[in-house]
T-cell receptor, first 112, second 114 residues
Framework: AQSVTQLGSHVSVSEGALVLLRCNYSSSVPPYLFWYVQYPNQGLQLLLKYTSAATLVKGINGFEAEFKKSETSFHLTKPSAHMSDAAEYFCAVSPNDYKLSFGAGTTVTVRA | ETGVTQSPTHLIKTRGQQVTLRCSSQSGHNTVSWYQQALGQGPQFIFQYYREEENGRGNFPPRFSGLQFPNYSSELNVNALELDDSALYLC?????????????FGPGTRLTVL
């Protein structure tokens, strides 16, 4: 079975500071990995995905993530936080059958 | 705007009742998945339909059932509602044509069971 663990349920950063959200996965086969963002009272929006191509993946809104097989990690970063980045972020894994297993989520707050 | 819509937006039911939630996908999307997101948690996979047939189920009891229709709409039915069924229900659809194709999520239906 595939699963993900998100380290830290809540992250608080200052506007302009680095955003780092941690995700570790467990999978017996090379997985597809995703980061989604959810704004209050909305559905999920795909930020970026890893599908066995380049290990450094660039997404929307300035986010990027690096797939590290040796560490079974897929951490999400953004160099400079913006107030609009305040939301909940979910890491997810799938064996490419569109059945996603999500982590518990990390809530990001941005301080002015 | 993902092109995936869900209805109703909110719903209140009482324990023991039955509920039907609806999802309308983009034209051509032959795969739809349903997820349950309890408050403060990540979404949990309920089941998936591919070309109108169930194509995998998560750890949910049989009182959760679904249908997918030729017009790219789908339903999630829940019988004998329990208090723990209170959650945001999300549908996600894609056109499975080999390789990886982006899966689009609807805005969800928030179900409250009293």
């Amino acid at each position: 079975a595939q699963s993900v663990t998100q380290l830290g349920s809540h992250v608080s950063v200052s506007e302009g500071a680095l955003v780092l959200l941690r995700c570790n996965y467990s999978s017996s086969v090379p997985p597809y990995l995703f980061w989604y963002v959810q704004y209050p009272n909305q559905g999920l929006q795909l930020l970026l995905k890893y599908t066995s191509a380049a290990t450094l993946v660039k997404g929307i809104n300035g986010f990027e993530a690096e797939f590290k097989k040796s560490e079974t990690s897929f951490h999400l970063t953004k160099p400079s936080a913006h107030m609009s980045d305040a939301a909940e972020y979910f890491c997810a894994v799938s064996p490419n059958d569109y059945k996603l297993s999500f982590g518990a989520g990390t809530t990001v707050t941005v301080r002015a | 705007e993902t092109g995936v819509t869900q209805s109703p937006t909110h719903l209140i039911k009482t324990r023991g009742q039955q509920v039907t939630l609806r999802c309308s996908s983009q034209s051509g999307h032959n795969t739809v998945s349903w997820y349950q997101q309890a408050l403060g948690q990540g979404p949990q996979f309920i089941f998936q339909y591919y070309r109108e047939e169930e194509n995998g189920r998560g750890n949910f009891p049989p009182r959760f059932s679904g249908l997918q229709f030729p017009n790219y709409s789908s339903e999630l039915n829940v019988n004998a509602l329990e208090l723990d069924d209170s959650a945001l229900y999300l549908c996600a659809s894609t056109h499975d044509r080999g390789g990886y194709n982006e899966q689009f999520f609807g805005p969800g239906t928030r179900l409250t069971v009293l």
